[in-house]
């Protein structure tokens, strides 16, 4: 029993601060790095932005604990759900709210739902597993050559890696879906990476 009421304080713990971690990392930038992205201030800012505003609103309405929990994750305007609720209606909600959060221009709906009422241990464990396989490619990325990683974002939900980002160009994409392939304990990779002359990045 303590081992289960400590992997939920943890889980919580994870839960609040997932969606502060570009707010914490947008503040500590400087404009060196800054130049090595595709992305520029401004478009980050309002990114942090919006990821912000919809987390806020995850969390009024009940989209942020271990029973349903959906993850923001927000590039240049595209927002990527992912996570797991329990009802349809909850998945239709954070889809909802994500739409009206300002300066939005693509919904991306990766929400799985599961019909079991219980939280179970195994849900627990799962996320710290999804934890570990995020910082696993991560670094996998970051030592990848020719590969600019601060441009890609990664989520991972039972041990499916969900990219988001800007490439230069597709051979880019290929080398980053090569290297995910190569980290241990990932089972599928569920590819939104759009280039970086999309017609959307001036939507």
């Known amino acids: 029993m303590k081992k289960f ?27 060196t ?3 090595s992205r ?3 201030v401004k478009n980050t800012a309002i990114d942090v932005k919006i990821s912000s505003q919809i987390a806020a609103n995850f969390i009024v309405n009940g989209l942020k604990n271990p029973g349903n929990s959906v993850d923001v994750t927000v590039s240049e305007g595209r927002v990527l759900l992912t996570g797991i609720v329990r009802s349809t209606k909850k998945a239709r909600l954070a889809i909802d709210i994500a739409w009206k ?3 939005v221009k693509e919904v991306i709906d990766e929400i799985q739902i599961s019909r079991d009422p219980k939280i179970r241990f195994n849900d627990v464990t799962s996320s710290f597993i999804d934890y570990s396989l ?10 990848t050559k020719d590969v600019l990683y601060r441009n890609y ?6 041990k499916t890696i969900y990219l988001l ?9 290929q080398k980053v879906l090569q290297s995910i392939s190569m ?4 089972e599928r990779v569920v590819n939104h990476v759009i280039l970086k002359d999309d017609p959307r990045r001036r939507g």
């Open 165 to 173: 980002g800007i490439a230069k160009n597709q051979q880019e994409i």
């Open 153 to 158: 974002k990664i989520t991972t939900i039972d």
């Open 38 to 40: 595709e992305k520029n």
């Open 134 to 143: 995020t910082a696993k490619v991560e670094a996998k990325l970051l030592l």
């Open 5 to 31: 009421k400590l992997a939920i304080s943890l889980l919580l713990i994870l839960f609040v601060t997932s969606s502060c971690v570009e707010t914490i990392i947008g503040a500590s930038l400087g404009a």
């Open 183 to 186: 980290v241990m304990g990932v």
């Open 101 to 103: 959060a300002k300066d």
């Open 33 to 35: 790095y800054l130049s």
